[in-house]
């Protein structure tokens, strides 16, 4: 069983920087793909970015590739959303999530891929 707890969410304004943190239990975090999806206001969850365990990392596209940097520190065993010149459409609802160990790369990319989801954080952007 693995808990997140998301944090970092804020009102900001267009053009501004904001960095989520996603802080894990248990002991085997190292070994999870980590993945960060968002929910805007009447619209469906949509996938953000995910590290795999070895680090390699995936974005969405378009629309937050050269703006947002995912990273983890297993040490701390936290996984990071670095958010840059954020956009009005980037308000939403921020979720981070777990899969479990052999999540395949495009599994780690889709809600299904992931067993463990933590409560959000909300993200606003003003104009």
């Known amino acids: 069983q693995v808990q997140l707890v998301e944090s970092g969410g804020d009102l900001v304004q267009a053009g501004d920087s904001l960095r989520l943190s996603c802080a894990a239990s248990?002991?085997?975090?190292?070994?999870?793909?980590m993945g960060w999806f968002r929910q805007a206001p009447g619209k469906e969850r949509e996938f953000v970015a995910t590290?795999?365990?070895?680090?390699?990392?995936?974005y969405s596209t378009d629309s937050v590739k050269g703006r947002f940097t995912i990273s983890r520190d297993n040490a701390k065993n936290t996984v990071y959303l670095q958010m840059s010149n954020l956009k009005p459409e980037d308000t939403a609802i921020y979720y981070c999530?777990?899969?479990?160990?052999?999540?395949?790369?495009?599994?780690?990319?889709?809600?299904?891929?992931?067993?463990?989801w933590g409560q959000g954080t909300q993200v606003t952007v003003s104009s």
């Open positions: 999530a777990a899969a479990r160990p052999g999540t395949t790369a495009v599994g780690a990319t889709t809600e299904l891929g992931y067993t463990y």
């Open positions: 590290i795999r365990s070895s680090g390699g990392r995936l």
């Open positions: 248990g002991r085997t975090f190292s070994s999870y793909s």
